[in-house]
């Protein structure tokens, strides 16, 4: 009995240290305020090597008069505004050049992808070629071939490559007809929007409908008709309100219409081009992971390798696609940051001449850690919501 109790006592003074959530605990409360020490010091270093160079800190410099220019903004700017507006054009230039280069690598990734299992051996080999020659250079390389190797070495401006709907193209960029709307021009807007949320409801419907008796409905057609059609009928109805800016050649520049400059051009070409080899990659493996009974099945019910292709095997493969698509838009967004090396004003670009004018390195670093963090969560956030929507539903 006596050796049975002061086991029993052994047993609760060890109890504490040998249980794991009571050791997960005080691991946690270490980490925390070790992580805390190490904020606090690195914070109070900032702060007093910030006293020592005579550095104000603080955000209060974002009011003050930039007093540099911008060349390629799409918001009214001038030297007269303020350090604030100068980042916001900036990140309005990287938000379009992301957006503008997602949209195309993903055309041009998931047309390869499929391309390298054609069973054309050209177009196989054309595809294979494309990847891995822009997988393996890196995308600055890619950004410099654009800039300093096709756009420079275009054509001066009274020169111009005569492209057609009166657009040119030359060493100073790309012209094409500016629209002009005039009154009443709201509406198409609108009809466009309507005929959007029109089409999400076919679409929804046409499932449900699928699901539940096996019977199609032409969505695509439908929602061309609709997109195209109701914005259409809202441009007639209104009084045709659209006019344009033709490009004027010159004789040492061009004058009206719009101008899209080298800078842009080469920084979304790059990077449209170099994840486009990421996300063909990508596709080929979600094509690849489909169990090849489906396409066996697809053959048997009498689907052409088309419609297989498209009805079958790429929503079963979007599942392995999705997640590391969304790696790739992220690389992309971050890799715009490179715009730097060519003078494309990006958040970037605009926030380190807002650095070099006022010293508050910290304050700008700051700011670009914020943004890119936000931009790459709201990024995260859509493709996770896309991925549950495209996620297989059992029945």
């Known amino acids: 009995m006596a050796s049975q109790e002061i086991l029993r006592e052994d047993t609760s003074r060890g109890s504490l240290i040998n249980n794991p959530k009571v050791r997960g605990i005080v691991v946690q409360l270490v980490l925390v305020a070790a992580l805390t020490f190490l904020v606090w010091w690195i914070v109070g270093n900032t702060v007093e090597n910030l006293r020592r160079s005579n550095i104000a800190s ?13 060349g390629d903004s799409a918001i009214p700017y001038t030297s007269d505004d303020s350090y604030l507006r100068a980042l916001v054009v900036g990140l309005i230039n990287t938000v379009i050049v992301a957006v503008a280069g997602i949209v195309t690598a993903t055309a041009v990734g998931f047309v390869v992808g499929i391309g390298r299992l054609s069973n054309n051996w050209l177009i196989r080999k054309i595809c294979t070629v494309y990847v891995e020659t822009f997988r393996n250079i890196p995308p600055l390389l890619v950004i410099f071939f654009w800039y300093f190797g096709v756009l420079s070495v275009l054509p001066l401006p009274k020169e111009s490559i005569h492209l057609p709907f009166g657009s040119f193209l030359n060493s100073r960029g790309f012209y094409f007809p500016k629209f002009v709307w005039g009154q009443g021009a709201w509406l198409i807007p609108v009809a466009l929007v309507l005929a959007i949320g029109m089409s999400w409801f076919v679409a929804r419907r046409a499932n449900q409908r699928q699901m539940a008796t096996g019977q199609q409905f032409p969505v ?13 009928l809202a441009f007639v109805l209104s009084g045709f309100p659209l006019s344009f800016d033709m490009p004027k050649q010159s004789t040492f520049n061009l004058t009206g219409g719009f101008q899209v400059k080298p800078e842009f051009l080469s920084l979304y070409l790059a990077l449209s081009f170099y994840t486009a080899a990421f996300i063909a990659e990508i596709v080929r493996a979600g094509i690849r992971g489909v169990n090849k009974g489906q396409s066996e099945a697809s053959s048997a019910l009498g689907l052409r390798s088309g419609q297989a292709l498209r009805l079958v095997i790429v929503p079963q493969a979007m599942r392995i696609v999705i997640p590391p698509l969304t790696s790739q838009y992220l690389n992309l967004t971050k890799n715009s940051s490179l715009a730097v090396a060519i003078g494309y004003p990006d958040l970037v670009s605009t926030g380190g001449t807002v650095m070099n004018q006022t010293g508050q390195a910290i304050e700008i670093i700051a700011i670009w850690m914020v943004v890119y963090l936000g931009i790459s969560l709201i990024t995260s956030a859509f493709m996770n919501w896309f991925n549950a929507k495209m996620a297989l539903v059992e029945r």
């Open 220 to 232: 695509f057609w439908t929602t061309v008709a609709l997109i195209i059609g109701l914005p259409l």
């Open 58 to 70: 603080g955000f209060g410099f974002l009011t003050n008069r930039a007093g540099f220019d911008i």
